[in-house]
């Protein structure tokens, strides 16, 4: 079994396409073909399912999938051992992070790295947190950023608390909430948002929302905080991208709750403030195991000790 072979068995499984996968890997398809049948001979067992229109693959497949994955960040990882242990630094740096993240400034962190370490290949993935943890877990990413509700904290790796921070309601310009005074469900004892310490979850439980999609931690802070306050609401558009959901409330066609110091960089809307707010707690989280050299200089970076972070969760 060698380590080209497994190459083309990733670049398969994520073009779903041999002739694609020998783009990637600059081969002809006949070579790359032939090394997958000689590997999956000398396993047993066939690795993909092919027809004239799809690649999928096998239950094989999918046990080898992730054993060739490591085994390729293993290599990559000790060539960037010998390169650091020579004074150069190289390889592969993956992080991950929420959309809204705001504890940290990552474009201008990333570009410090950069100018100090030309030589490492950064990859940079936005996703939901939960997702972004697992891929830590599972060694497909080096470092996280995430965005978690205040009773969760993320299991099986190391990590810091960055914030926490409050979340705001954001509505488009013409909504009554931007006005108080043309609210017509607005308190006449209360008076102006301002002064009665801002809008409650009760007020905006009639509201149509546009939210992250159900089951993310992103969309369990506000689900959390609408059930403590006894209301619930309707969400009638999920979306992952935090643009693409100020551009809806731009247009009116729902109010959003989004981090307090994350509303600055969406232009066009109003803020609302909340008197029971919904919470997040920003988290940077890495391996449990010694962090690869440019993770560890990442880190560095950020000035965070490399055994600052304690070990998270039940599965220690």
């Not at 996280?144 to 790796?157: D, M, N, Q, T, Y």
């Not at 960055?162 to 310009?173: D, F, I, M, N, Q």
């Not at 403590?228 to 609401?233: C, D, E, L, N, P």
Request: charged residues 25%; neutral net charge; aromatic residues 4%.
């Amino acid at each position: 079994m060698e380590l080209q072979q497994m190459r083309y068995v990733v670049a398969v499984a994520e073009t779903a396409n041999f002739t694609r996968a020998a783009e990637r890997c600059q081969v002809v398809q006949s070579a790359l073909s032939h090394q997958i049948a000689r590997l999956e001979r000398e396993l047993g067992a066939r690795l993909f399912e092919r027809t004239s229109r799809r690649v999928t693959l096998t239950p094989a497949g999918e046990a080898f999938l992730p054993a060739a994955r490591q085994a390729l960040d293993a290599a990559e990882r000790a060539r960037a051992e010998v390169a650091a242990a020579s004074g150069e630094l190289r390889g592969r740096l993956a992080i991950g992070a929420i959309p809204t993240v705001t504890a940290v400034d990552l474009p201008s962190a990333l570009k410090s790295f950069h100018v100090r370490h030309p030589q490492v290949r950064i990859t940079l993935r936005v996703g939901a947190s939960d997702e972004l943890a697992e891929q830590v877990r599972q060694g497909a990413l080096d470092i996280a950023f995430l965005g978690l509700p205040p009773s969760v904290r993320p299991k099986g790796v190391r990590g810091l608390v960055l914030a926490r921070g409050e979340l705001v309601a954001v509505v488009s310009p013409g909504h009554p909430l931007a006005d108080p005074l043309a609210d017509p469900l607005a308190d006449p004892v209360a008076g102006s948002l301002a002064d009665a310490g801002g809008v409650d979850l009760r007020r905006l439980a009639d509201e149509v929302f546009v939210d992250f999609p159900a089951g993310t931690a992103a969309r369990a802070q506000s689900d959390e905080a609408f059930a403590a306050a006894g209301v619930s609401r309707e969400v009638a558009f999920e979306i992952t991208n935090a643009d693409l959901m100020a551009r809806l409330v731009r247009l009116g066609l729902g109010i959003a709750l989004m981090p307090a110091a994350f509303v600055p960089e969406l232009p066009g809307v109003r803020v609302v403030e909340l008197r029971d707010p919904p919470t997040r707690v920003e988290h940077l989280i890495w391996s449990r195991l010694r962090p690869s050299p440019a993770a560890a200089a990442f880190l560095d970076v950020l000035n965070v000790r490399r055994d600052q972070g304690a070990v998270s969760g039940s599965d220690r």
